[in-house]
């Protein structure tokens, strides 16, 4: 268990999440690379979800990608433009390109801690701008970050039970348990 309480506390003096609705906690995910200083990689699972088999073969997923992260593709290509809203317009010129990259889901991860600390200027400065001047959430922040630009893994690793679009569900439901 890591104590993140301290970092919170710098988190709540400027972060106030979209709409009021994301709560602090979540944004400790975007400063894992400093929180951990000694660990290279990490599986982060988000705490709504179920672990059905071993770890082992997601662990040997190798991230390697500029922004370090390995994570299932969004089923929908609106989900960043939706979550940053009337915002967009305070966005860069890259931050609105970004947002219109392929997504991933950020509920299951594999992120290589080491190559973010070698971004971690670039990261620290959109993290900024993104999550603590405009609002937006971890998981924006870091779609937008990646770019489209980050390892995929298997549904299986990530079943969306509820994917954003009305009426949908996700393929992955229907493939053999």
């Known amino acids: 268990v890591l104590d993140v309480e301290r970092q919170l506390d710098s988190y709540r003096k400027t972060y106030r999440g979209i709409r009021g609705t994301i709560p602090v906690l979540t944004q400790a995910r975007l400063n894992l690379h400093e929180l951990l200083p000694c660990v290279d990689k990490i599986i982060w699972l988000d705490m709504d979800l179920l672990v059905l088999q071993s770890l082992r073969s997601l662990w040997a997923v190798q991230p390697n ?42 509920g299951v991860m594999v992120i290589n801690l080491a190559q973010l600390r070698l971004v971690a200027r670039d990261f620290a400065l959109l993290r900024s701008h993104l999550s603590e001047k405009l609002g937006a959430n971890d998981q924006t922040t870091l779609n937008l970050f990646c ?25 992955a439901l229907e493939e053999p348990t």
């Open 147 to 171: 770019a489209g630009n980050f390892t995929r893994i298997e549904s299986l690793w990530n079943i969306f039970h509820v994917s954003g679009l009305t009426g949908s569900k996700d393929p």
């Open 65 to 106: 990608t500029r922004c370090g992260i390995a994570a299932r593709p969004s089923l929908t290509t609106r989900f960043n433009p939706t979550q940053m809203g009337s915002l967009k317009k305070s966005m860069t010129p890259e931050e609105t390109a970004a947002m219109a990259t392929a997504g991933f889901n950020a």
